[in-house]
Structures are given as structure tokens and as C-alpha cells.
């Protein structure tokens, strides 16, 4: 079974349209960008696309590549303080002589729709979370959608970045699944994988993960954006090789990634909930 998370950002958005035109609200994300980055530059017109589709209002903030940390802290700063912005997205990777931690501790946790700042990944670690990483709470959405059982199944994370590995296992922790996460100094990694019903990579190397490494019938996540030795963008598993033993999987592109940009759409709109009702978290 083809995991199609494209297919399902375009129900889950249009459902939010709906949803965003019978509240009432307005909602408005503010996208902060430094440097020029093409891939970024990317991602970020794809958020606004997004927003325009919706019905989220979206503000850009530009900076240079050689800006500052104290200078991107002071556009952050503004925005916190803009009672018209519901959600603040800092693009990441910043350059290298920005302090990326002390940017995303600045957001304000009832802004951080991304779900980065240390108070919403406590909340999540409590299993009681206002924003979840989008990658990592999109990736649910889909196991959700295509009924694929977490609780009592065993997953395995590969990965354990604070943007998808952690969360990642701590999301599938609360709903009751048993998590190991594996990383770059875990020993054979294929004594692990193997036992996976849940086997979700996020390691960032080009076809990684062959059918060696999958358990007959598995469900297989791939978060990976890499390019082969073609130049073709490819994920972390080998698909054509991998699809044959899953029993499920998601192709890249077309899998994870259009999830990611619906859940940042969700997130906001739930920030524009909160704030209207409370101000305060």
C-alpha cells in the first residue's frame, strides 16, 4: 500500500479552508527566512502558497546572510509582539553564525507553531502537547488516516534530531506504541529494524535503508530529502527495493513532506483558536 500524503494534505486542507471560513477568525503566520538559501528560499514560498489556499494570511521577513543573531532575535521579538501574528515560523537551517537555540527559545511557546520551543516539547514529553513538531505530528496524521495500529505495535525511529527523531518517538510513545530510536552509534542497526512493524527513517542518506533492514509486512515512513548518485531526489529507503517486502510505505516525493506543510497550516489555525479564547497558554 502507497502511503499518499499528497493526496492527504489536499483533503486535510481543504477541510481546514472549511473549517477557517466558518470560524470566523483570520489567522496570520509570519515566516522569518536569513540568507538565500534556494531550498529554503523553496519551502517557504510553498508555506505561503499554502496559506493563500487556506485562507491563513502569511507576513515574510527577509534577512541577509550575514545577518546577526541579536538582529534576528529583534525581528522575532516584533513579530511576539504583533497582536495581528497567530504563529512565527523561523526557517531553519539559519547560517552558521546565528545562534539557531537562542531563536527558538525567543518565539513565544503560544506563537511556536512549529513546535520547537523547550515549553512545547515538555508538553509533549508530558503527553499532553499544545504544538507538535509538524513532520513528526504529520506522520501520525497519516498513520491515523491509512489505519495503521500503533498501540502494542513496535516502531523504530531512525533518527534523533529534535525536529523529527525525538518527537517523532515520543508521539508514537503516546499513542501507546514501543518505541527503540536508533542513531549513528547504535550497533547494527539492522538487529533493530528488523523487528519494526513501524520503521520510520530520518537519517538523511540517499537509499539507506534497503529491504535487508525491513520486517516482511512493515509499514515504512521516509522522511528523508536526498539526492542519488543522478542527481534524482530520492528518500532514506530504496523504494523500488523496499516496496516489494512493505506493507505499507511512503514514496518521495509525494509522502511526508506535503503532510508536513498541512500540519503547519493546522498548527496556526489552532493558534488562532487559542488566542482568541486566552492570550495565555
Given at each position: 500500500m502507497i502511503l499518499d500524503g499528497r493526496k492527504l494534505s489536499e483533503k486535510r486542507l481543504e477541510m481546514l479552508r472549511e473549517t477557517i471560513e466558518e470560524s470566523g477568525l483570520y489567522p496570520r503566520l509570519a515566516t522569518v527566512i536569513a540568507g538565500e538559501d534556494p531550498a529554503s528560499k523553496l519551502y517557504v514560498r510553498m508555506k505561503q502558497r499554502a496559506c493563500e489556499r487556506v485562507g491563513i494570511g502569511s507576513v515574510g521577513i527577509e534577512l541577509p546572510s550575514d545577518a546577526s543573531t541579536g538582529r534576528v532575535l529583534e525581528a522575532v521579538g516584533r513579530l511576539n509582539g504583533d497582536p495581528d501574528i497567530d504563529g512565527i515560523l523561523v526557517q531553519l537551517p539559519l547560517p552558521d553564525q546565528i545562534?539557531?537555540?537562542?531563536?527558538?527559545?525567543?518565539?513565544?511557546?503560544?506563537?511556536?507553531?512549529?513546535?520547537?520551543?523547550?515549553?512545547?516539547?515538555?508538553?509533549?514529553?508530558?503527553?499532553?502537547?499544545v504544538f507538535a513538531p509538524c513532520t513528526p505530528r504529520g506522520i501520525m496524521t497519516i498513520l491515523e488516516e491509512y489505519g495503521i495500529e500503533t498501540a502494542g505495535a513496535h516502531a523504530v525511529v531512525m533518527g534523533r534530531s529534535i525536529d523529527v527523531g525525538r518527537p517523532?518517538?515520543?508521539?508514537?510513545?503516546?499513542?501507546?506504541?514501543?518505541?527503540?530510536?536508533?542513531?549513528?552509534?547504535?550497533?547494527?542497526?539492522?538487529?533493530?529494524?528488523?523487528?519494526?512493524?513501524?520503521l520510520i527513517s530520518a537519517v538523511g542518506k540517499a537509499k539507506?535503508?534497503?529491504?535487508?533492514?525491513?520486517?516482511?509486512?512493515?509499514?515504512?515512513?521516509?522522511?528523508?530529502?536526498?539526492?542519488?548518485?543522478?542527481?534524482?531526489?530520492?528518500?532514506?529507503?530504496?523504494f523500488a527495493a523496499v516496496q516489494e517486502r512493505a506493507g505499507a510505505i511512503t514514496p518521495v516525493p509525494g509522502g511526508v513532506g506535503p503532510m508536513t506543510i498541512a500540519t503547519l497550516m493546522e498548527n496556526t489555525f489552532t493558534a488562532a483558536k487559542l488566542r482568541a479564547c486566552d492570550p495565555v497558554l
Open positions: 545562534d539557531a537555540a537562542r531563536v527558538i527559545e525567543a518565539v513565544a511557546p503560544e506563537k511556536d507553531v512549529d513546535g520547537f520551543h523547550p515549553c512545547n516539547l515538555g508538553r509533549l514529553l508530558s503527553g499532553n502537547p517523532m518517538a515520543i508521539l508514537l510513545l503516546n499513542a501507546d506504541a514501543t518505541v527503540t530510536i536508533c542513531h549513528s552509534r547504535t550497533r547494527n542497526p539492522a538487529d533493530e529494524t528488523l523487528k519494526a512493524d513501524i539507506f535503508v534497503g529491504p535487508e533492514m525491513v520486517k516482511p509486512g512493515a509499514t515504512v515512513i521516509d522522511v528523508g530529502i536526498n539526492y542519488d548518485e543522478h542527481g534524482r531526489l530520492c528518500g532514506d529507503v530504496d
